[in-house]
């Protein structure tokens, strides 16, 4: 028996987008639901460790200009320059909201202290508790949440769009803990949902992360971008040989880096500074690329962070502290052993810095959306920024839009989807799709989902997040593909340079007829 209930948003995830929308829709006076997997703020923000990036005006020599310059030289030339401008720009009004929210960042008296990640040219980054942004933020958001009597419908998944015969989408169909389902009819869906990290068998993301919300956009007519730019987390923490890598790792923050530690292979060299002249402070992408790089060159699977300069670490990084803790290391005199891990999705569903998809009655805001703020390679902590800012905007842009169309009647959605094993999805896109891809590994991935895929009608969340991971592997798989070039987070071995001449464009991704991804035709042609 299904249930059905009315709002006038819903908002599906509960970390920093979906949360700051959903506060201010109820404060604007929307009746608002937020749907979510787990308990209220469980998804990925709460993992967040480095910061927030943004520019308060109080360093010398930093400016909103330069934070749009680093998100630009980060970002491999994929950008879209309005969008990085309005995220950078709203930044400062956003955090001081955040902040109102009761969200504590560390301070010295009444200064913000700041930090350093890697692609920044100046000490950017916000941050609380030491090492623990994403999980204070979360805190003050979900107190806030539970004082303003929020409505959470906690331990349900979001399976579909409800669109009416237009294409326009009239709600939500979710599923309960037991496979029950129920009916949300709404004007607006608003996708906070975050990313696709478990579409690998190591990341820093938690089990929440498996695309749903990427792959109901794309089976609700949405059009997705820049999905091959998977970044890589330079350093998770290795817990040594034979030891279970799999699921979400420990990430060492970049802000480790950022305070003076150095990346050292096996030897002890210190492989960065031929790198790049930024070295361990170059863009994630570099980093990750020249980890993986030197574990190959000298046969070893982690190379080593060494912070055992650095004072007081355990009380400036106490969650790495704790990690390392747990399996024997102690950073204040042993090398940390590292690797890359998956760790942001750059691409997702194509939406405007107003959560605007295209979609009439769907908005997207946070790691789920492809806003054009981090083109082929994010520019770290400026995550929990967008996050922030475009919540707060795709709530105007769903007042400013109501009323536009009359909620009618949703038709059927498709009951049966392709659907593979998870761990077949993982090894394939793990062994496959990382960092370093090439034309016949990229066919092999295909092949192995293409031959574990059966289509049925998902049952319960685990049958919904595999059928997101299969649908985002293909997907992922077919931009890869396309792009033969090596640029940002996208590495591909067979083509190793970056070609700015035909490939300096996002490629567009559609379901076709049958539900199958293809590149939007002659995407790359023309580009900018
Ligand atoms: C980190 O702390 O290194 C991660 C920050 C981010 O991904 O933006």
């Not at 068998?201 to 938690?206: D, E, G, I, L």
């Not at 096996?266 to 500074?273: C, E």
């Not at 998870?422 to 989902?449: K, P, Y």
Request: with cysteine.
């Amino acid at each position: 028996m299904t249930w059905e209930a009315g709002a006038d948003l819903v908002v599906v995830g509960s970390g920093v987008a979906g949360l700051t929308a959903a506060l201010d829709a109820a404060a604007a006076g929307l009746r608002t639901v937020v749907v979510t997997k787990d308990g209220i703020g469980e998804g990925s923000t709460r993992w967040a460790q480095g910061g927030v990036a943004v520019v308060l005006g109080d360093i010398a020599g930093d400016s909103l200009e330069a934070h749009v310059a680093d998100t630009l030289g980060a970002g491999g030339g994929l950008n879209e320059l309005a969008a990085v401008d309005t995220v950078v720009r709203g930044g400062p009004d956003a955090v001081r909201r955040l902040r109102e929210r009761g969200a504590l960042f560390d301070a010295r008296g009444a200064r913000l202290e700041r930090t350093r990640e890697g692609g920044h040219s100046a000490l950017r980054v916000v941050h609380a508790g030491g090492d623990a942004t994403g999980a204070e933020i979360e805190r003050a958001l979900v107190e806030a949440a539970r004082s303003e009597g929020l409505t959470v419908l906690d331990g349900h998944v979001a399976v579909d769009a409800l669109r009416d015969a237009a294409g326009r989408v009239v709600g939500l169909s979710v599923l309960d803990g037991d496979g029950r389902a129920g009916m949300l009819r709404a004007p607006a869906v608003l996708l906070a949902s975050g990313g696709y990290g478990q579409l690998y068998a190591s990341t820093t993301n938690p089990a929440t992360a498996t695309g749903d919300g990427v792959a109901l956009a794309l089976r609700a007519g949405a059009t997705a971008s820049d999905l091959e730019f998977v970044q890589f987390h330079p350093t998770v923490l290795w817990s040594g040989p034979g030891s279970d890598t799999a699921g979400r790792r420990p990430l060492v923050t970049e802000a480790v880096r950022g305070e003076g530690a150095v990346l050292r292979d096996r030897t002890g060299y210190a492989f960065m500074a031929a790198v790049h002249e930024r070295a361990d402070l170059a863009p994630r992408d570099v980093v990750a690329a020249a980890i993986t790089r030197r574990m190959i060159e000298t046969g070893t699977d982690c190379v080593y962070l060494d912070a055992t300069g650095l004072d007081g670490f355990a009380r400036r990084f106490p969650t790495v502290h704790a990690s390392c803790a747990a399996v024997g290391i102690d950073p204040a005199t042993d090398p940390i052993p590292v690797t890359p891990a998956a760790h942001y999705a750059c691409g997702g569903v194509v939406a405007d810095t107003d959560g605007r998809t295209g979609v009439p009655g769907l908005y997207a805001a946070g790691e789920v959306a492809r806003t054009g703020l981090h083109g082929a390679n994010r520019l770290a902590s400026n995550s929990l920024l967008e996050g922030l800012v475009v919540g707060e905007r795709a709530v105007r842009a769903v007042l400013a839009d109501r009323g536009l169309a009359a909620l009618s009647a949703p038709v059927e959605p498709t009951p049966a989807l392709p659907v593979a094993d998870r761990t077949v999805v993982q090894r394939a896109m793990t062994t496959c799709a990382g960092i370093g891809r090439d034309a016949t590994g990229l066919a092999t991935a295909s092949d192995a989902i293409e031959a574990a895929t059966v289509t049925a009608a998902p049952v319960g969340r685990a049958g919904v997040e595999d059928a997101a991971l299969t649908l985002l592997a293909q997907a992922v798989l077919t931009a890869a593909g396309t792009r033969r070039e090596t640029r940002g987070c996208h590495v591909r071995t067979d083509f190793p340079d970056r070609d700015d001449v035909h490939q300096r464009a996002s490629l567009p991704i559609r379901l076709d007829g049958s539900g199958r991804p293809m590149v939007v035709a002659d995407a790359l042609v023309g580009a900018a």
